[in-house]
């Protein structure tokens, strides 16, 4: 088992870091169990999970495995895992392989005590096989992609008749109102409004000024479309390390709906392809060099797109032309950036597309529809994330690194030769 002083979790690049939130110690497993009688009494604890967002650990009791979670009350209360446990037991009814969710004494499926939330799963059947990989880390083969893509239709067709409403304002969750806006901008001054942690970060930075030219430049018409695209309530986190795996490479469980929100299902086959299809970790950062050389002068070449980096001067902007391994601040210091190879895959993308259409049928529309928002699918989530590095934590320096590298980086790359080659390769062969 690992845990305790030397427990590390996933951070927001590829290092292991120390854990934001105290890992379960084996005397607060045992006291919350003692709240899920038919759960039986603790044994031991045989593995703390790395993901940064919560506290998890997989413990054995004399009635078999299960799954403790922790969270902060201020990202989940257990109003806001009842939402989640709803929609959970749905899918259950309606034939998907999802985790059982173990009832308290007190006939519900959380247990509040102090600061935490608690929620205790079954452990569900299938391997665990991608359980130490960070977000965004492709599946290992096309043959996972495609039964990872089969797995998201058959949840699709379960969560059909879950009318709930969207879920309010919380940290940390995948809703879907600003890109379905008829004034995108509009929509997101609106999500800004009603987290005041996200304003406060946000206040200094021309935020409304660097969304209005994402969705100018890469969100037209999408309003419209979205808006033919039938509600309905989705995973929104779709990567390999969120499916436990059969012996013959299907999907055998889905499990952390943490992010579960209404959506739509192109909304969700366009997330997974983000999650899985481009390894954004292997992005290169730019290294400046000099402080020399000026700008060349208005004008004389065609404006590129701004990028907001975080190793820049507060208020300059990063500049960056693909294909000339060069950029520009405004303020005139020249970088270099790293040569890489591509970061995508889109034989993977078309096999996840593939393995979903043998299940659910996918029109020629939806497909346009899910290359279209690839390059946005990202930003509302994005936001929330900022909001809690900034309100939950009170890490600005994460909530920038959110805003520049993940917002902003993950939709300008879409605009550079390699990403504009990969959403051209899904329109053409999907």
């Known amino acids: 088992m690992s845990g305790g002083a030397d427990h590390r979790v996933h951070g927001m690049g590829l290092a292991l870091e120390a854990p934001t939130w105290p890992v379960i110690t084996r005397d607060e497993a045992a006291a919350v169990l003692r709240h899920f009688p038919t759960a039986g009494r603790l044994i031991d604890l045989r593995w703390h999970s790395p993901r940064p967002f919560s506290a998890a650990t997989?413990?054995?009791t004399t009635n078999g495995a299960f799954v403790l979670k922790r969270h902060h009350r201020t990202l989940r209360d257990a109003a806001g895992l009842a939402q989640e446990h709803a929609f959970i037991a749905h899918l259950r009814a309606n034939g998907l392989s999802v985790p059982e969710i173990m009832t308290a004494s007190d006939g519900s499926g959380t247990v509040a005590e102090g600061d935490w939330t608690y929620e205790l799963h079954c452990q569900a059947p299938g391997h665990d096989l991608y359980r130490d990989s960070p977000s965004?880390?492709?599946f290992a083969s096309h043959g996972h992609a495609y039964a990872a893509g089969a797995a998201l239709a058959r949840l699709h067709l379960a969560a059909q008749g879950f009318d709930a409403p969207a879920r309010p304002p919380q940290p940390l969750v995948g809703s879907f109102g600003i890109l379905?806006?008829?004034d995108p901008v509009a929509g997101a001054a609106s999500y800004v409004a009603a987290r005041p942690a996200l304003a406060t970060f946000l206040a200094d930075r021309p935020w409304q000024r660097d969304l209005a030219h994402l969705f100018a430049t890469q969100g037209k018409g999408l309003p419209a479309r979205l808006a033919d695209q039938p509600p309905l309530w989705t995973h929104n986190d779709w990567h390999p390390s969120n499916l436990l795996w059969s012996d013959q490479g299907e999907v055998a469980t889905v499990f952390d709906f943490g992010l579960a929100d209404r959506t739509s299902a192109v909304h969700d086959l366009a997330t997974a392809i983000e999650r899985s299809a481009i390894r954004w970790l292997d992005l290169a950062r730019p290294t400046p060099l000099s402080n020399h050389h000026p700008v060349p002068p208005p004008g004389r070449h065609p404006a590129p797109p701004l990028l907001r980096h975080p190793g820049l001067d507060p208020g300059s902007s990063f500049l960056i032309r693909p294909n000339e391994g060069k950029a520009t601040n405004e303020e005139g210091r020249h970088y270099t950036a790293t040569e890489t190879p591509t970061i995508a895959d889109p034989a993977s993308a078309l096999a996840l597309i593939a393995g979903y259409r043998s299940v659910?049928?996918?029109t020629p529309t939806d497909i346009a529809t899910v290359v279209r928002l690839l390059p946005l699918v990202h930003v509302e989530?994005?936001?929330?994330?900022?909001?809690?590095f900034a309100g939950v934590l009170g890490d600005?320096?994460?909530?920038?690194?959110?805003?520049?590298?993940?917002?902003?980086?993950?939709?300008?790359w879409f605009r550079s030769d390699d990403g504009r080659a990969f959403l051209a390769h899904l329109l053409a062969t999907s």
Do not use: V
């Open 58 to 60: 997989l413990l054995d």
């Open 136 to 138: 965004w880390t492709p």
């Open 180 to 182: 379905t806006a008829p």
């Open 360 to 362: 659910r049928p996918l």
């Open 381 to 388: 989530f994005a936001l929330s994330e900022i909001d809690y």
């Open 396 to 412: 600005t320096d994460q909530a920038a690194q959110a805003w520049d590298d993940y917002l902003i980086g993950h939709a300008q």
